[in-house]
């Protein structure tokens, strides 16, 4: 999708009549040859900056919901998607939503068609789909993908909420602990010389600790600068990414809440593929596909492999 561009355009139709609407291309080039198709002749062009906040996955999820409602009605799938087009108040959805129609009346598969569009629906959106077309129940695999995706946005507000306090407690008490090196002890050091005392040794420790911390600070900041960087090359290597995943996985209770968030993911869709009629290794290729942390793709490659072996 990071190629695709959106166009508002204006032009003359064939039977004579002004028109406007808004289209995905890639290109200049691309948009004039697909307004030819339809055609339009164009008499003026815009490109229309991305507003990134309208691809949140409770837009998404919503989307998704109404369109199983639509299925559930009777309508056929381009038609859902033509009549969502016209009633949402986004123009950025209403275009998507249209070359999402144009690209079924194609014969292009609805699953297929959401490939170059993974920053509005990810992996797992494209793999319920697919199951829901291999099965002929794609409104009851809709229906479920919102509910999921609803399910998983409450438990991560709830842990946002809950995380909200410990962070607040924990920046006030760095905030305090930086106070005290900086102004509180110099104070008690400056009493202690005055009455030519040395210093108890855990002072003296965390004294010299405040003097490092304060020369060095530079220091610090362009080591964790350096830390970023190296960090954001390194998520480019699926091995990093397995030792990533890993260590986070062994936090004290954000690893639970990970690994419970994609045990979820995981058994949802190997629930949904079972009561479909779908076979478990086919099941299990699902789950692997909507995956994208290796470590995950390399635990379901591993289950997969032991299962076709008996």
Request: proline share 4%; glycine share 6%.
């Amino acid at each position: 999708m990071a190629s695709k561009q959106l166009w508002r355009w204006h032009g003359i139709t064939g039977d004579g009549n002004a028109q406007d609407g808004m289209l995905w291309a890639e290109s200049r080039t691309l948009l004039l040859m697909a307004l030819q198709q339809q055609m339009v002749t164009p008499l003026s062009l815009k490109r229309i900056a991305i507003n990134s906040a309208q691809w949140r996955g409770d837009k998404s999820a919503e989307v998704i919901h109404q369109l199983a409602t639509l299925l559930k009605a009777g309508l056929t799938l381009s038609e859902g998607l033509a009549l969502l087009a016209e009633q949402h108040p986004s123009k950025q959805w209403q275009a998507l939503l249209q070359s999402l129609a144009h690209d079924l009346e194609q014969g292009i598969a609805f699953s297929n068609a959401l490939l170059p569009w993974s920053e509005v629906f990810p992996p797992l959106y494209q793999a319920m789909i697919r199951t829901g077309e291999l099965t002929g129940k794609l409104d009851e695999c809709c229906f479920e993908l919102a509910r999921q995706q609803k399910a998983q946005r409450q438990l991560t507000d709830k842990v946002k909420s809950a995380l909200r306090y410990p962070i607040i407690i924990l920046a006030m008490a760095i905030m305090v602990v930086v106070a005290m090196l900086h102004f509180v002890l110099p104070e008690f050091a400056a009493i202690y010389k005055t009455f030519n005392t040395p210093l108890p040794a855990l002072t003296q420790g965390i004294m010299t600790l405040a003097d490092f911390s304060g020369e060095w600070s530079w220091l610090l900041v362009l080591f964790g600068f350096l830390l970023a960087i190296a960090n954001k090359l390194l998520m480019r290597r699926p091995t990093w990414l397995i030792v990533r995943q890993k260590l986070l996985l062994r936090i004290p209770i954000m690893g639970s809440l990970m690994r419970g968030q994609k045990l979820t993911q995981i058994f949802t869709i190997l629930a949904l593929t079972q009561s479909a009629g779908i076979t478990f290794l086919q099941g299990v290729e699902s789950v692997r596909e909507t995956m994208r942390c290796p470590y995950w793709v390399q635990l379901l490659t591993q289950i997969q492999h032991d299962i076709s072996n008996g």
